[in-house]
């Protein structure tokens, strides 16, 4: 399936659909641990943003408003609200989507988001830097080959808290957005703004001003978000902070099973028990 310029993975049937975006750099491919089980359930979503994986040549600034907008189009057709799960930038996406729209989102689930507790100082300095520096550091002459490995290696101890957990046919989808000069362009250019609108994003005050039920969930060895900036969200009967034991910045590649205990049950409405999913 495909909206305007956009690539997007339809599975799944039923009255309820759920959308799901994926984190910096990446793309819908990293959802390939849990789309399956969501798909038994609902019509999912699997979106490739703007500037990554097979949407890469199709973004523009705002970069936010722009993946608003491309959500809203997504699920026009939908007469109900749509629940929306999100990693990392995908996250700070959905709590955008949420915010603009609370009446076409039925609830929302916000993984690893960055913004609560400020922005990464490794995100905003990566932002600083000249992007021909960056992409010449990233290109020749050193062999394109070479680079995704070396890129796929990073992202794994970046993303994961065992590395050894990535399996490989995930590795090369992700390393499938480094093919090309273009397409590495593209993801720091996209970086770069994309960075200082978080920064001028009010996320906590988004986070609370949410009137639908809202899932915040965190990988507890989370290096790039770390999971101590869920102790700024209060708790209540809408809003829920889970924290999965074993897993860094992607737990939905990292850990599913335990990904999926917390997510399923707020999705069909019924509360979670204290240390279902870890808390």
């Not at 009255?15 to 999912?44: F, I, M, N, Q």
């Not at 300095?125 to 490995?149: F, G, I, K």
């Not at 970046?158 to 480094?178: G, Q």
Request: net charge positive; hydrophobic share 45%.
């Amino acid at each position: 399936m495909s909206a305007p310029s956009v690539y997007v993975r339809e599975s799944g049937t039923g009255s309820r659909t759920v959308v799901l975006l994926h984190g910096y750099s990446d793309h819908g491919g990293t959802w390939c641990k849990v789309e399956p089980e969501l798909a038994e359930r609902y019509r999912v979503l699997t979106v490739d943003l703007p500037g990554f994986g097979r949407s890469y040549a199709q973004w523009r600034a705002p970069v936010f408003d722009h993946y608003v907008d491309t959500v809203a189009d997504l699920v026009a057709d939908r007469t109900e609200p749509v629940a929306l799960i999100g990693n990392s930038l995908g996250a700070v996406t959905a709590l955008a989507f949420a915010s603009v729209h609370p009446k076409r989102t039925d609830r929302v689930v916000l993984s690893d988001m960055p913004g609560l507790a400020g922005i990464p100082r490794v995100w905003t300095e990566s932002a600083r830097l000249p992007l021909d520096l960056m992409s010449r550091m990233m290109s020749r002459p050193v062999p394109m080959p070479v680079m995704q490995r070396v890129i796929g290696e990073f992202y794994t101890r970046a993303a994961l808290h065992r590395p050894e957990r990535m399996d490989a046919a995930t590795l090369s989808a992700f390393t499938a957005n480094f093919a090309d000069r273009r397409r590495m362009d593209t993801m720091l250019r996209v970086g770069r703004i994309a960075v200082r609108e978080l920064g001028r994003l009010p996320i906590p005050e988004m986070v609370h001003a949410l009137t639908m039920p809202t899932l915040l969930l965190w990988g507890a060895h989370d290096r790039l978000t770390p999971a101590r900036a869920a102790r700024r969200v209060v708790s209540g009967p809408d809003r829920r902070v889970v924290i999965i034991p074993d897993a860094g910045h992607c737990p939905q590649l990292e850990a599913p099973t335990e990904f999926l205990r917390a997510v399923l049950p707020f999705l069909e409405h019924r509360r979670l028990a204290a240390g279902e999913a870890g808390t």
